[in-house]
């Protein structure tokens, strides 16, 4: 769909019109999605950020900038939208040691059998705070000093949670730390490639 179209359908949810909300959520349902997947443990999880974020998007969709392209603003809702979702679940939050976690062993050729969803997995599992900096970071281009607002941690926890979770990562692989780059480098490329395919197929068919 293309952005006039959105804006018709942002229109109609600005007047609270429930059609417009619906139509609006199964459009945009792949791309939103995909997103929350990267930051939550599972689809479950993922499932719960997204409707919360839709809600947030649609109580809020005043604040939207006509003049500005609507997926943007509505991928940093979802940010935020995890964001809240992992602050509540803090005091629940699994601290396990990473040494107590048993890595998984994949062959040499690893950069090339592992698919997106092998690599998503893998970053599901990290601790949720390792997901969080990770994903913030690594592949949606924040700094640590905004991540730290973001979190409510300090700049150098930020930094520190980074470097765990690569390590973690490697751990999983047991694979050397250039290895892990080219990994990242192709899971963030495979990340907004799916956010593309997935809103192309919802604008043709809805959601599936």
């Known amino acids: 769909m293309v952005e006039k179209e959105l804006q018709h359908l942002i229109q109609g949810c600005k007047k609270q019109d429930r059609q417009s909300q619906k139509l609006l959520y199964q459009v945009l349902h792949g791309f939103a999605m995909g997103v929350c997947l990267r930051y939550a443990h599972n689809e479950h999880e993922a499932s719960e950020v997204l409707n919360d974020g839709f809600f947030k998007a649609f109580t809020n969709i005043e604040r939207y900038d006509d003049k500005l392209p609507f997926k943007p603003w509505l991928r940093k809702i979802m940010y935020h939208a995890a964001i809240d979702y992992y602050r509540a679940g803090l005091k629940w939050a699994n601290r396990e040691d990473l040494e107590k976690l048993n890595p998984v062993m994949y062959e040499a050729s690893v950069e090339q059998k592992l698919s997106y969803d092998d690599l998503l997995n893998m970053v599901q599992r990290l601790p949720p705070t390792?997901?969080?900096?990770?994903?913030?970071?690594?592949?949606?281009?924040?700094?640590?000093?905004?991540?730290?607002?973001?979190?409510?941690?300090?700049?150098?926890?930020?930094?520190?949670?980074?470097?765990?979770a690569r390590l973690k990562l490697q751990q999983m692989l047991s694979q050397p730390q250039s290895l892990i780059v080219l990994l990242i480098w192709k899971y963030k490329t495979e990340a907004f490639k799916r956010l593309a395919v997935n809103e192309m197929l919802h604008s043709k068919f809805g959601r599936l």
């Open 130 to 164: 390792y997901r969080m900096v990770f994903n913030l970071y690594a592949i949606d281009g924040y700094s640590h000093e905004e991540i730290g607002g973001m979190l409510g941690i300090g700049t150098g926890t930020s930094r520190s949670n980074l470097y765990k």
